[in-house]
């Protein structure tokens, strides 16, 4: 699985996704760097742009939630998914899977190593575009900014459960197209799920309707109730509900046991 993954790797930065990603990262890290600044006054001062302004000790965790929300919004995860799903798809195309399944590797083991290579690339370029600004408000201010490292494993775990859908998605062997779709309509149905009874229930009033509803939100990833754990997690909060993490954890891998004994099934 090891040779798996650093060839998915490889592969990944031949294809220029992964190299994209990173550098659109070290955009981002210059970016948030050029417009937070650090004031003394009476004590330290974070600035984000001209107005926006806290003392140390609230705008570490205020500055580096807002930078968290960029590296888990929509526009962010559909780049990562972008990168990362032609990665899944590239060992069933034409070509390609008479080379890699025909040798003495597992199928599940290559299925797990692109997989992992995905989900490295969007971990990385997560850290990338956040850790230069942390440390740079850690070395101006001297204000812990550790429950960051908490919050980018939180952020990368709903990662990982659109790229295990996206997994799923790549056995019709139909190119990365239907991976992308897949794992961004899950994306987006998680998040109006979870808040089903402000958005739904007042249109849908059928018992059943309601039932129905309440078990797609129990079985699909709670990718939007990661980000707000992560973020309170930022601003001192702590985790208060360890369902959002277990439940998630459960679907991915019952997605990828789905997609590996399904896979080790597949005539191809």
Do not use: C
């Not at 939630?65 to 919004?73: C, K, L, Q, Y």
């Amino acid at each position: 699985m090891l040779a798996a993954y650093i060839f998915a790797l490889r592969d990944s930065f031949n294809r220029r996704m992964a190299l994209v990603l990173t550098g659109l990262s070290v955009v981002l890290a210059i970016v948030f760097i050029w417009i937070v600044k650090v004031k003394f006054l009476r004590g330290p001062v974070v600035f984000l742009g001209p107005r926006m302004f806290w003392a140390a000790d609230r705008g570490v965790p205020s500055v580096l939630t807002i930078v968290m929300e960029f590296t888990s919004g929509v526009l962010w995860i559909l780049l990562a998914i972008l990168a990362a799903a032609p990665v899944l798809s590239s060992t069933l195309e034409k070509g390609w899977v008479e080379l890699t399944l025909s040798k003495g590797t597992s199928r599940w083991q290559i299925l797990l190593g692109s997989y992992f290579a995905g989900v490295t690339m969007y971990f990385t370029a997560v850290v990338v575009a956040i850790t230069p600004i942390a440390f740079y408000l850690w070395w101006q201010t001297k204000v812990s900014s550790w429950p960051l490292s908490v919050s980018i494993l939180l952020q990368t775990l709903s990662f990982a459960a659109l790229l295990a859908i996206a997994a799923f998605a790549t056995l019709p062997r139909l190119g990365a197209v239907l991976p992308i779709l897949f794992a961004m309509a899950v994306y987006i149905v998680s998040a109006i799920l979870a808040q089903r009874e402000r958005m739904l229930y007042q249109f849908l009033t059928s018992r059943w309707s309601h039932v129905i509803l309440d078990g797609l939100y129990r079985i699909l990833p709670k990718t939007s109730e990661l980000s707000g754990t992560a973020a309170r997690y930022i601003q001192g909060e702590g985790i208060t509900s360890w369902w959002p993490l277990w439940s998630t954890g459960i679907f991915i891998v019952g997605t990828l046991s789905l997609t590996a004994w399904l896979l080790h099934r597949k005539s191809l």
